[in-house]
């Protein structure tokens, strides 16, 4: 029995160390250009300024007047780990009159060595080298993305993840010539820049010359910097997704695209199907806003099969393929019968009232034309189930969901009112469900209306808002994006105050649709009437944050092709204004007949993919745990020795 258990011992602890080192990923970070590699900056002159790494590019050159001058910036990841944010720069932006140019250029990333270089170039007679364009090429990327020089001779331009074994360059041309050239820099574009009052040279601080592209005063601490802003991955698969990561010192509002978000934080956009451009612009105290932009580039050619690029009618409906198909959101869907709308009237559906006040609320909803013909939405309401009120049309531009709400007023305090949402086109007219909410018995300060952010943060239909000014954050998610007759769907809803106040008296109220029957909750009463389930989340202190489960199963009302949506609504009142302000989020599904089913290997199929450890000491430790486990069963076999 020793001799077993002995051997048993052993064996379990080689198993165990074995799996610990499969399991912890390798350490070894990301590096820049080993030895052996191109020089990191090069430059050539006259007709010698290719993209392609060839004898064009050396580390000297001559040049002539009225010529122009080629500065090659060269990167190429050769570590075992993803750098991640990746930024090249270059110096100077203007140099002159002057015999020599001297360029200097360096690639960096918050995970990887600085990699610097320097270049230069005699001229023939003394001229002024002054900057025209770039342009930055990730990869096989051949067409080039123009760099602006605010970001290249600024912060620098970042280029967000260079993954292991990737390699890219940028390639900016300069001027040789006397002739004024009419350049705008920042301190000398009548601009202030930087938001501290003052523009131009000499009279901002933070410049040195005319032709200095760069207002900020490193010494003004009340200025509002951008510091980091960059995409990860940089390069995705046509309908994929990016993570936008930014950081800023001295803002206080932010936005990206348009949409605003905290001044610091992450987030997922897409998805893409074409390569595109993000552009952060943030400002302090309402002054000019700073910029910076991030590139992300789509390869369009997939070599994988999938249903919705098999030139295959795999659903039967006589269409295939994206974006032919209805059922096919992206070129690798493998799925053609996602999304399959069956009736091609329009939908309606009704979402929770907000900024509920004495005499005034918002009233919410979604609409989807299912057409690409005009079609128009609003909401009818009164204090009966006939409504008798109803509000002013609204064009609805896209044939998608469409987020529409109107504030409605002249309610009577404490009073009962009911409201639907209408949608129209040629294809008929669509009734949401019937929503009810009671006008507010006291005096409610109500602030403006929630920013809606409608950028998809998984690859779920799954909206996030966040209250103007983005003093909270609400997500409401579900694993699957569809649901079947029968089936159970679990909602995760999480909110963060992403604020730097209290957020007080604050209710998050659930809603569900009528296609789902209500199981349990993790937190809060249950209405039945209303679907909803609500919470008094009291105050939510400085970074608080808090999350929900409801479990629900798909009933039989649920239409086949029709969209089902989970509404989150959190009421709070703002502790500097004392006004009541909301934030919204929701989660769309199709209904489906193509059920979703768990695709997950290896340990995830038995459950097990939370249950093992994710870092050598936790490896360690279940190793530790079952040492235990195995000297406990020695004990109790000398005792039946």
Request: with cysteine; proline share 4%; glycine share 10%.
């Amino acid at each position: 029995m020793r001799k077993i258990m002995k051997n048993f011992i052993y064996t379990t602890l080689s198993a165990m160390f074995g799996l610990a080192l499969m399991a912890t990923p390798a350490f070894a970070g990301a590096e820049f250009n080993n030895p052996g590699e191109m020089p990191t900056v090069t430059v050539s002159t006259g007709t010698c300024q290719q993209v392609q790494i060839n004898g064009c590019w050396q580390p000297t050159a001559t040049g002539s007047a009225d010529g122009t001058i080629g500065v090659h910036i060269f990167y190429h990841n050769t570590g075992n780990s993803a750098a991640q944010g990746t930024t090249i720069r270059i110096s100077p932006q203007v140099q002159g009159p002057t015999t020599s140019a001297s360029f200097s250029g360096s690639v960096s990333a918050t995970n990887a060595p600085t990699v610097s270089g320097s270049a230069s170039v005699s001229i023939t007679s003394s001229q002024t080298v002054t900057f025209v364009d770039a342009k930055w090429y990730p990869g096989a990327y051949s067409a080039g993305t123009p760099v602006s020089g605010s970001d290249l001779f600024g912060g620098g331009f970042n280029v967000g993840t260079v993954q292991a074994g990737d390699y890219g360059k940028l390639v900016a041309r300069f001027k040789i010539s006397n002739t004024i050239v009419n350049t705008v820099y920042q301190c000398n574009d009548n601009i202030d820049n930087d938001g501290d009052g003052l523009n131009n040279y000499p009279n901002d601080p933070g410049c040195s010359s005319p032709t200095d592209n760069d207002e900020y005063d490193n010494n003004n601490t009340g200025q509002c910097y951008i510091d980091t802003f960059y995409a990860s991955p940089t390069n995705v698969a046509s309908g994929g997704y990016t993570t936008l990561y930014w950081n800023t010192t001295g803002c206080d509002y932010v936005t990206i695209d348009g949409v605003t978000y905290p001044v610091d934080g992450s987030g997922s956009f897409g998805p893409l199907y074409s390569s595109r451009s993000y552009q952060i612009r943030a400002n302090r105290n309402g002054g000019n806003f700073v910029t910076q932009t991030a590139y992300v580039s789509v390869n369009q050619i997939q070599n994988t099969t999938y249903q919705c690029n098999d030139n295959i009618d795999n659903d039967g409906d006589g269409l295939n393929n994206y974006p032919n198909d209805p059922g096919c959101s992206s070129y690798t869907d493998d799925s053609e019968y996602n999304q399959v709308i069956t009736n091609t009237a329009p939908q309606a559906i009704t979402t929770n009232a907000s900024s509920v006040g004495q005499t005034t609320a918002r009233l919410n909803g979604l609409a989807v034309p299912n057409t690409a013909y005009p079609t128009t939405a609003w909401f009818e309401w009164g204090t009966t189930g006939a409504f008798g009120n109803r509000t002013s049309s609204q064009n609805v531009t896209t044939n998608t969901s469409t987020y529409i709400s109107d504030t409605v007023s002249g309610l009577t305090a404490g009073t009962v009112y009911y409201y639907r949402t209408v949608v129209q086109n040629q294809n008929g007219t669509a009734y949401g469900d019937t929503v009810r909410f009671q006008a507010q018995r006291g005096t409610v300060i109500v602030n403006n209306p929630p920013r809606v952010i409608t950028r998809v943060v998984t690859q779920r239909d799954v909206v996030v808002a966040n209250s103007a000014p983005s003093l909270l954050e609400l997500r409401v998610e579900n694993i699957y994006d569809r649901m079947c007759i029968g089936g159970e769907m679990n909602y995760t809803v999480t909110y963060k105050n992403v604020s730097n106040q209290t957020l007080q008296n604050a209710v998050l109220r659930i809603n569900h649709p009528k296609e789902l029957t209500f199981i349990n909750s993790s937190r809060g009463d249950y209405e039945v009437v209303d679907r909803t389930v609500t919470i008094a989340l009291g105050d939510i202190p400085v970074g608080g944050t808090g999350t929900v489960q409801v479990s629900a199963r798909v009933n039989s009302s649920a239409v086949i092709g029709n969209l089902a949506v989970t509404t989150a609504t959190v009421v709070y009142t703002n502790t500097t204004t004392r006004a009541q302000e909301d934030a919204i989020a929701y989660s769309l599904i199709t209904v489906s007949n193509d059920c979703p089913t768990n695709n997950n290997l290896g340990a995830s199929a038995f459950g097990l993919s939370s249950f093992f450890p994710q870092t050598l000491l936790g490896w360690l430790l279940l190793i530790l745990v079952i040492l235990a486990l195995i000297v406990i069963g020695r004990q109790i076999a000398k005792k039946k020795e």
